[in-house]
């Protein structure tokens, strides 16, 4: 097959690695940086097992930043650009994958639009009426962001949002260069596809939420959190798992697909999905609190990408805790080896470790790190289990 995958985020560069095993694939994306990375086989962004299937497996793939070059000949176009949620129209903002669905059907109105971008529910029923085209498919993305190629090469599940021999298919697309035998396959129709995207993720983030609450409490009553958490945990129920505290779920997805689906709900009673996305604000006025009661003059806010091992900070947690704290006049500085910039929202970036380190009344941090055991009696965390 020749395969064109357009945006080379973590959702691209992962279906581009995994189906470049067996089929030819282009990657396009408008960034030149990412492109000229790519061109010499180096990954754009931190995901280990992409780079290590760069150096060392049999692939081959071609990039380009020109849209004709990408469509023609195309037998599959896997849409992965991104989609943040606008606030002032509580909806995705889906332009760029309309962009690219305009432009591909103008040069090849044969090749199959596999979306991988998330949308909103109904969203791609919407947009085959809008483009009088049937080449349209939704298929979910269940990735983590650092672990996104592994992730599709043993995933949880492949779901495509067409009940046809087409959707199964991009299935067998899937699931055949994946490493993982027996995947389970669910073929819906669209907008179920859809859904179960925006709940999955919304579960994730209900639970977040709910250790987070319960951490709350703790903290507030003077308990001990981490033993409350293990005598919760070992109900084989609950499980043992996505249950360490944080300052709040952030990054690419939760805080954005949380917000689409309680959008989605605007004609449907509810209140857990509404709790969801208003229990994250209530974590960080919590946490802010509790920095704030300890009357530090200077704050050192330690890394504001969203999880170790990553390089992304968009949306983190962090951030919100450092508008708080920042809005009741305290001075906050940052250090964060990804920023090369010399401030980050008015606030100076400490490049030196050390320095930080001494400058800091009180150091915050999501994660703890063993840079900072050395100052341990410094740092504000509620990190009980030092994993993700």
Known sequence: MNI?????????????????????????????????KLSNRISP???PEIQDF????????SVTMNSKEAYVGADFIILATPTDYDAENNYFDTSSVEKVIDEAILINPDAVIVLKSTVPVGYTEMIKKQFNSQNIVFSPEFLREGSALYDNLYPSRVIVGEKSDRGKEIADLLTKAAIKKDIEVLLVDSSEAESVKLFSNTYLAMRVSFFNELD?????????????IKGVCLDQRIGDHYNNPSFGYGGYCLPKDTKQLKANYKDVPNSLISAIVDANSTRKDFISESIIKKNPQ??????LIMKSGSDNYKSSSIQGIMKRIKAKGIETIV??????????????????????KSLSDLIVANRMS????DVKSKVYTRDLFHDD
Request: overall charge negative; glycine content about 6%.
């Open 4 to 36: 064109t995958v357009v945006g080379a985020g973590y959702v691209g560069l992962a279906s581009a690695m995994l189906l470049s095993q067996n089929h030819k694939i282009m990657i396009f994306d408008i960034d030149p940086i990412k492109i000229d």
């Open 45 to 47: 962004i931190h995901d």
């Open 54 to 61: 760069m150096n060392n497996e049999k692939i081959s793939f």
């Open 216 to 228: 709350s409490y703790a903290e507030a009553q003077g308990l001990d959190s981490l033993e409350i």
């Open 298 to 303: 200077t704050v050192g806010i330690h890394r």
């Open 335 to 356: 250090y964060e080896p990804e920023l090369t910039d010399e401030s980050f929202y008015n606030s100076k970036v400490i490049n030196d470790l050390n320095e930080f």
């Open 370 to 373: 063993d840079e900072l055991l």
